[in-house]
């Protein structure tokens, strides 16, 4: 059976295709990992930024899960580009949820990555990108009654024609190949986040809190740290097997980071 070709058929755009997976990680060497970078870079490593570059990482290894739906066909993407979901406060009674998105993320090393995706979360968290900005106050004058229509008309021209809208407010591919979200930071252990049409994205992640678990280490209980990682996926374009494969590949780089990235980043040099 030609699994892929028989899920374009069997849904219509833009009906829910949403499928959905789980993997539990071990945490402690990550977490430690997080505090030695901090300590010898002074840059603000998180767990997020792991996820996401893991992620990036993945999508580089698994060149087919880099992909987009366009004239209702899988399209492999050239470049790899990860999108961190971002929560702007609330600004003339409005709190906006907003994307940073780092191209090319699985060219650039792990510190090169954290720069990048923390420039670029403080420049869209403080409203400083003038497209993004004037993008959304043009959405606002949409009603409610358009809206549909018109996020399938901008879907469309986006990335079906693969225009570039930058000159009307609308960046260029704003959301990349993954988006990532760290609902831990709201107390959430597990979520599945939901797929939005419009953006054409085919995989969502969503790092959980860091929990207290019992880990069994040769014949005994010992205490450990685990996170799970939950992903939606678009089941027209990703089979779980690919997935599974994204997902243990994530799993092994958050469980032996020096293996994957090298040792923390060295110490800063003492100011001169």
Not at 75 to 95: A, F, I, M, N
Request: net charge positive; charged share 25%; aromatic share 8%.
């Amino acid at each position: 059976m030609n699994f892929p070709l028989l899920a374009l058929g069997s849904y219509r755009s833009p009906r829910d295709p949403s499928a959905y997976a789980a993997i539990d990680i071990r945490m402690e060497r990550a977490l430690a990992y997080v505090e030695a970078f901090r300590s010898r870079s002074g840059q603000r490593l998180t767990l997020t930024h792991l996820v996401a570059k893991a992620a990036a990482d993945a999508l580089r290894r698994y060149p087919e899960a880099n992909v987009i739906l366009r004239w209702n066909r899988p399209w492999l993407r050239k470049r790899v580009s990860v999108c961190v979901l971002v929560v702007q406060p609330e600004h003339l009674g409005r709190v906006d949820l907003t994307t940073a998105t780092v191209p090319d993320a699985d060219a650039l090393s792990l510190q090169g990555f954290t720069s990048a995706m923390q420039a670029r979360v403080d420049h869209v968290r403080h409203r400083r990108d003038a497209v993004i900005e004037r993008g959304k106050r043009r959405s606002y004058r949409v009603p409610g009654l358009l809206m549909h229509t018109v996020l399938r008309l901008l879907s469309f021209v986006w990335f079906t024609l693969n225009l570039d809208l930058a000159w009307v407010g609308m960046p260029r591919d704003p959301f990349g190949s993954v988006a990532v979200s760290n609902v831990g930071s709201l107390g959430l252990e597990r979520a599945w986040l939901a797929m939005v049409p419009y953006t054409r994205v085919a995989l969502y992640l969503a790092a959980g809190a860091v929990r207290d678990v019992p880990v069994l280490e040769g014949d005994s209980l010992v205490p450990g740290k685990e996170m799970t990682l939950s992903c939606t996926f678009d089941a027209r374009l990703l089979d779980a097997d690919l997935v599974a494969r994204v997902l243990r590949h994530i799993g092994d780089v958050l469980e032996d980071p020096a293996s994957a990235w090298g040792p923390p980043a060295p110490e800063e040099p003492p100011a001169r």
